[in-house]
């Protein structure tokens, strides 16, 4: 079984930051690329950043020079540290990590964590 945890969410004022971490339940080099995402209500879940084994991101422009993203092996936790945060980050974040398979990939989801960004 595979199983990914978020934390670290909560309410932070404009400007503030906020670090999340999804702990999973095996090696993170399993997945060949792992990333954050985030819904707001009423709207769809959006990338946020990913990363693969080899340390390649992709960050949405929206984030660009704000989040930062981070891979710890030795804890199996992956890491979102989030500055300069704005209202409109609001949202629940999900991490998700991707393993290859034979005939495609498979998705592995966390429950999510809410962050609130609100003065």
């Known amino acids: 079984q595979v199983q990914l945890v978020e934390s670290g969410g909560g309410l932070v004022q404009p400007g503030g930051s906020l670090r999340l971490s999804c702990a999973a339940s095996?090696?993170?080099?399993?997945?060949?690329?792992m990333g954050w995402y985030r819904q707001a209500p009423g709207e769809q879940r959006e990338l946020v950043v990913t990363?693969?084994?080899?340390?390649?991101?992709n960050y949405a422009d929206s984030v660009k020079g704000r989040f930062t993203i981070s891979r710890v092996s030795a804890k199996n936790t992956l890491y979102l540290q989030m500055n300069s945060l704005k209202p409109e980050d609001t949202a629940v974040y999900y991490c998700k990590g991707s393993q290859r398979i034979n005939s495609g990939r498979m998705d592995y989801w966390g429950q999510g964590t809410q962050v609130t960004v609100s003065s």
């Open positions: 095996r090696i993170i080099n399993s997945f060949y690329v």
């Open positions: 990363i693969t084994t080899l340390g390649n991101t």
